[in-house]
């Protein structure tokens, strides 16, 4: 998947997150970059390989981003989708 791709299902992702339950996400991997899409939104700044790999950290200025209460909703959503998977994406 190219830079650009990446980059266009986020937004697309980020869009359209309220209209899609997280048990309906195709793969792991897709609630993983859901859920990171929204710390990246927030200037979140990855430290994993694949976090920096995924998602641009020139931009980003925090650890500890302030979510909105709607994105803080979802990421439990997706963390709790994530646990009932067993997915382990970047572990």
Not at 43 to 48: K, P, R, V
Not at 74 to 86: L, M, P, Q, S, T
């Amino acid at each position: 998947m190219t830079r650009m791709m990446i980059v266009l299902a986020a937004g697309l992702v980020s869009g359209m997150t309220a209209l899609v339950p997280a048990a309906t996400a195709a793969s792991c991997f897709d609630l993983w970059y859901e859920r990171n899409a929204i710390y990246d939104n927030n200037g979140y700044c990855f430290s994993t390989n694949l976090g920096k790999r995924t998602f641009d950290n020139s931009d980003c200025w925090t650890k500890n981003p302030n979510l909105s209460q709607w994105e803080t909703r979802r990421v439990a959503e997706i963390k709790a989708e994530e646990r009932r998977r067993g997915c382990k994406v970047n572990n």
